[in-house]
């Protein structure tokens, strides 16, 4: 898929995030498991960075229901780099809290949304954080293929999205 093509339904996914709390909240919810109640408050964290050599990039959406963040990234295809982008996209949207002489860095939850599959199209999504030769940790992202799930469950997480929907 072109880029152009690429960008104009990333733009749309992003627009229609930003239409309604309420949206938001039913999609964050259908996603997740969670049951965020419809009036909680939601913020979004700016998703547009400058990267080196003035190279831009932009996750699809970081937001906050109450203080559980989420990052959710769509894809069209497979895509063998995704896995680095959203550990990029998560450890950006980490909040830092200093306690004494510890850091710690608190991740979003995350989603990847596919809307076309293939054979290829994993379950999980899976990088291992090497810090030494026996330190390491496995960060894995659960994968929703939008073409794998019944009309019914369609439904239910994404008709949200229209902020017509009663």
């Keep these: 898929m072109d880029r152009t093509t690429h960008d104009i339904f990333d733009r749309s996914f992003k627009f229609l995030m930003h239409l309604s709390n309420r949206a938001v909240i039913n ?38 229901i109450g203080k559980d963040s989420y990052l959710i990234e769509t894809q069209i295809g497979d895509d063998m780099h995704i896995a680095t982008r959203i ?51 496995d960060f894995e992202v659960s994968v929703f293929k939008f073409p794998d799930r019944d009309a019914h469950v369609q439904y239910c997480t994404w008709s949200s999205c229209c902020p017509c929907t009663p």
Excluded at 43 to 62: F, P, R
Excluded at 108 to 135: C, G, H, M
């Design 87 to 137: 550990f990029r996209y998560a450890l950006e949207g980490a909040e830092y809290s200093a306690r004494e002489t510890l850091l710690t860095l608190t991740f979003p939850q995350v989603r990847v949304i596919y809307w076309e599959t293939s054979r290829r199209t994993p379950d999980l999504i899976k990088i291992r954080l090497q810090f030494t030769k026996e330190a390491y940790y």
């Design 27 to 64: 999609v964050i919810n259908g996603l997740f498991g969670t049951n965020h109640p419809l009036d909680s408050p939601v913020s979004y964290l700016e998703t547009e960075k400058v990267g080196a050599g003035l190279s831009k990039t932009v996750s699809d959406l970081i937001v906050t």
